[in-house]
């Protein structure tokens, strides 16, 4: 019998139990089932790096105005599918004074968070010309939004941009959009699950081609302003969030509350177009919808079959965050500067135990420390690191869930490690490393 820090006959009991063939290809869900019940039956807490949840409370102005909103009674009335008119002019605020970027509060639009902002503009963009059949992913990402194409229905391609940073972007893209059938192309930036964040000059390739493709370019702002090498903190001063908005006018933003103001439980967030798209016209969206204009289509065509609008209580404290972040009087980019730095302790404990960060730059910079980083150890593939690494209390995912091909990478979430957890980490890793010597 081996000694691990977790006692090595539980573990392998509740991993027979869970019915699972490994856990290295486990779902994010049976993972945290399977160490839930280690944890139980041992007493002992894991290093949780599993789960992509916020680890810290919902922005209090955000609680109070919903409070507030809820004790005047907005509960018992239909929102607007639009969207209530303060949201949208704060979101419009937003936009511009942490990205620099005007866009109409009328195309700035409450969705059930991002995830249906996502759903909504996949259905509606795969109608808009009969010709382009297929949304690209610029991979690795998030694994729920191909489910949502695998529901709906529609064609998806992806690729994983390890290989292609840079100057190596534009010619993989176009391999892509030449083909004709690419109505849009979807990233998140910074990335979840690599933290890479694109550079100007790839983010003006992307716009470019967009605008020479007809292509339109959803870029997913689910950790706005979370690259703290930068500071993204002041509003209307710069540096500002990097966006394609600056290169095309062909994009949709989706901006979630969930990671910045840590209001995941509300499911809202916010899907703001272009005025040039909004306005756009695009005659195949007839055949589905009695107008063939984009955004009155995505609203009230898709958003109002879906879900008849957001939360309206939810919208209220969406609204307060937005105007206290624009107002100055909320650095929200401050109140979640401690996943950063959780990951520079925890990326240092990692890599002085043998462990390498996988995707490591952001083409000729190092990688920023952020909610996510990701990880692997020599000789392993991400399978059998998974299924070694939970013997010594430290449980993660794969990345070949997310569409990358490093097949020996593991993604790491920082949220829900506590610091007094490094001391443990430590020792863990420590003893890993002297128990799997690479020479
Ligand atoms: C890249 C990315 N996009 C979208 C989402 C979902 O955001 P929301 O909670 O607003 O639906 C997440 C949440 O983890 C995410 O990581």
Redesign the pocket.
């Known amino acids: 019998m081996r000694k691990t820090p977790i006692d090595f006959n539980v573990v392998n009991d509740k991993i027979k139990e869970s019915g699972l063939d490994s856990v290295g290809t486990g779902t994010i869900r049976e993972i945290k089932k399977l160490i839930d019940e280690i944890e139980s039956a041992t007493g002992k807490k894991y290093i949780r790096m599993e789960m ?1 949840v916020p680890g810290l409370p919902p922005a209090p102005v955000g609680v109070n105005a919903q409070i507030k909103a809820l004790e005047e009674g907005v509960a018992a009335i239909y929102p607007n599918i639009q969207g209530l008119e303060v949201l949208k002019e704060e979101a419009s605020r937003f936009i511009k004074l942490f990205m620099d970027v005007d866009i109409d509060p009328s195309g700035c639009v409450p969705t059930v ?4 902002g ?1 759903f909504a503009a996949f259905l509606t963009l795969s109608r808009i010309d009969k010709n382009k059949d297929t949304t690209l992913f610029i991979d690795p ?2 694994p729920v939004h191909k489910m949502q194409h695998k529901v709906l229905d529609i064609k998806y391609e992806s690729f994983d941009v390890y290989n292609y940073r840079g100057d190596k972007l534009r010619e993989k893209l176009e391999s892509y959009f030449k083909t004709g059938k690419i109505h849009s192309v979807l990233y ?1 930036n910074p990335n ?1 699950p690599s933290w890479i964040c694109f550079t100007d000059d790839e983010l003006r390739t992307i716009g470019e081609l967009a605008n020479q493709y007809g292509v339109v370019i959803l870029e ?1 702002l ?1 950790y706005f302003g979370m690259d703290f090498r930068k500071g993204y903190d002041k509003p209307g001063e710069p540096p500002f969030q990097p966006t394609v908005a600056k290169y095309t006018d062909n994009y949709i933003l ?1 901006i ?4 910045i103001f840590s209001y ?1 439980g509300e ?1 809202i ?1 916010i899907m703001a177009l272009s005025d040039t798209l909004f306005n756009a016209h695009y005659p195949d969206l007839k055949r589905y919808y009695v107008n063939d204009k984009l955004g009155y289509s995505l609203i009230f065509g898709t958003l109002y079959p879906l879900s008849s609008g957001t939360s309206h209580s939810a919208q209220y404290a969406l609204a307060a965050m937005l105007k206290a972040a624009n107002d100055g009087t909320f650095n929200f980019v401050e109140y979640v500067k401690e996943y950063g730095r959780k990951a520079h302790e925890m990326k240092r404990i990692f890599t002085e135990n043998g462990f390498k960060i996988v995707y490591d730059t952001d083409v000729n910079e190092p990688i920023a420390d952020g909610f996510y980083f990701t990880f692997s150890y020599p000789g392993m593939d991400a399978e059998q690191l998974l299924n070694e690494l939970i013997y010594y209390g430290v449980s993660a995912i794969s990345l070949l869930i997310t569409g990358s091909e490093r097949k020996e990478g593991i993604r790491a979430c920082t949220s829900l490690v506590q610091s007094d957890q490094f001391g443990d980490l430590e020792q863990r890793l420590q003893q890993f490393h002297q128990d799997h010597q690479t020479e």
């Open positions: 992509g968070g991002s995830m249906q996502g990402g998030f998140s979840n997913d689910a989706f979630s509350s969930s990671k995941a499911r967030g």
